[in-house]
Nanobody
Framework: QVQLEDSGGGLVQAGGSLRLSCAAS????????MGWFRQAPGKERDFVAA????????DYADPVKCRFTITRDRAKNTVYLQMNSLKPEDTAVYYC?????????????WGQGTQVTVSS
């Protein structure tokens, strides 16, 4: 069992930045692929970014490419999502996820979510 705790959301003006954190506990965190997803009101939960447990470059959804950066700190069992140049359309609840397969399509564990609100 892996427990994920999301944090770092808040209210920010358009053009601003936020850094989300996802702290993992439980099973060895290092062997899980990690991802961030978001869900805006009335919409489905969408993939945002992913980082594999070993090798390969991170993956990003087109709307966030060149603005968001996903990283992981194995020593702290934490994954981060640095969000720059935020836009009102980035407003959503952001969730981190963990899984042993392609995290964009198969997630085993979820965080509780953290609200990000971008004002225009």
């Amino acid at each position: 069992q892996v427990q994920l705790e999301d944090s770092g959301g808040g209210l920010v003006q358009a053009g601003g930045s936020l850094r989300l954190s996802c702290a993992a506990s439980g099973r060895p965190f290092s062997y899980y692929n990690m991802g961030w997803f978001r869900q805006a009101p009335g919409k489905e939960r969408d993939f945002v970014a992913a980082i594999r447990w070993i090798g390969s470059r991170p993956d990003y959804a087109d709307p966030v490419k060149c603005r968001f950066t996903i990283t992981r700190d194995r020593a702290k069992n934490t994954v981060y999502l640095q969000m720059n140049s935020l836009k009102p359309e980035d407003t959503a609840v952001y969730y981190c996820a963990a899984g042993r397969r392609d995290i964009a399509t198969e997630q085993e564990y979820w965080g509780q979510g953290t609200q990000v609100t971008v004002s225009s």
